[in-house]
């Protein structure tokens, strides 16, 4: 049996879950996010606590059971806590700004970049950290990948925008180079 899928998900007070044939819906402070359920699993609620149990031992609905009990503790979590992502722009010059829905990029090109934020998701810029939250992390960390890729760190001086726990493998220029006769 999953190690994943068999574990319960404890259900923290204001959060409501309703189970139905083909979806599950999660209301809680922070909001509502819906998830369909997949064949060959079945999701029950009682005490407080959520089950997903499979049907039978067929590798589709072994393979789904682990990855549906995340999803529905993720909303869980989302509803109830919330998700953020932390992002880092280094670089002389490199600045953000919150413009309305929009953020403002000043990046080394020779224009300004516009990123539109999504609805459902809060974006927060203090200094060079910019902050992406919202409930669904699906959506969160698609958000943050997007605005990563308009400028990624590059190896040799560090300059671009990565996330905050990020590690940048530095590279040395030229002049550590072995001269070859």
């Known amino acids: 049996m999953s190690r994943i899928g068999k574990l319960p998900i404890d259900v923290p007070s204001g959060v409501t879950i309703a189970v139905d044939k083909d979806h599950i819906i999660v209301n809680g402070p922070k909001g509502s996010l819906s998830q369909f ?6 999701v029950s609620s009682k005490d407080n606590q959520v089950f997903v149990e499979r049907e039978n031992d067929e590798r589709f609905n ?5 990855l549906m009990r995340t ?16 992002l880092e722009i280094n670089g002389v010059g490199y600045r ?6 929009n953020l403002k990029f000043n990046l080394g090109f020779s224009h300004e970049v516009v990123y539109k934020v ?8 203090e200094q060079n950290i910019i902050t992406v939250g919202g409930i669904d992390k699906q959506q969160v960390g698609q958000v943050a990948a997007e ?4 400028k990624k760190p590059e190896p040799y001086k560090g300059k671009g ?8 493998i ?9 001269v070859q006769q």
């Open 147 to 150: 605005i990563r890729a308009l």
């Open 161 to 168: 925008i990565k996330y905050v726990e990020e590690r940048i």
């Open 118 to 125: 999504p609805a459902g998701i809060t974006v927060a810029v």
């Open 96 to 101: 953000a700004a919150l413009a309305g829905s």
């Open 71 to 86: 999803l529905i503790n993720n909303m869980v979590t989302g509803v109830s806590e919330g998700f953020e992502r932390k």
């Open 170 to 178: 530095r590279k040395s220029g030229k002049s550590a180079k072995e």
């Open 62 to 66: 072994r393979a789904r059971h682990g």
């Open 37 to 42: 359920n997949m064949p060959g699993l079945k």
